[in-house]
Nanobody, 120 residues
Framework: QVQLVESGGGLVQPGGSLGLSCAAS????????MGWYRQVPGKERELVAT???????NYADSVKGRFTISRDNSKNTVYLQMTNMKPEDTAVYYC??????????????WGKGILVTVSS
């Protein structure tokens, strides 16, 4: 079955950096669109960044120039490097896999999420 396990969250000061990792299993990782999303209480989950199977990257305007998404197909892992962090980056971050399922079409799978807190 599909498994997405996030790691690397925690507390960071404003202006600091933090890296997240997502270890994936149970599907064809190298051909799958992978992404990071985030959610704060009372708000909808929002896109942070995605990276396609051919390494095309897409970012939310709010993180452009500060966050970098990458993937290592040899390790079935997607990363999110966050720099110059702001208090408004505080959220639960979710790893996402957008997987083609025969007979069902594209399906979104999610990790359990990991908390990132930006505070002094």
């Amino acid at each position: 079955q599909v498994q997405l396990v996030e790691s690397g969250g925690g507390l960071v000061q404003p202006g600091g950096s933090l890296g997240l990792s997502c270890a994936a299993s149970g599907f064809a990782f190298s051909t799958t669109l992978m992404g990071w999303y985030r959610q704060v209480p009372g708000k909808e989950r929002e896109l942070v960044a995605t990276v396609s199977s051919v390494f095309i990257k897409n970012y939310a305007d709010s993180v452009k120039g500060r966050f970098t998404i990458s993937r290592d197909n040899s390790k079935n892992t997607v990363y999110l490097q966050m720099t110059n962090m702001k208090p408004e980056d505080t959220a639960v971050y979710y790893c996402n896999a957008n997987i083609w399922v025969p007979g069902q079409g594209r399906m979104n799978y999610w990790g359990k999420g990991i908390l990132v807190t930006v505070s002094s």
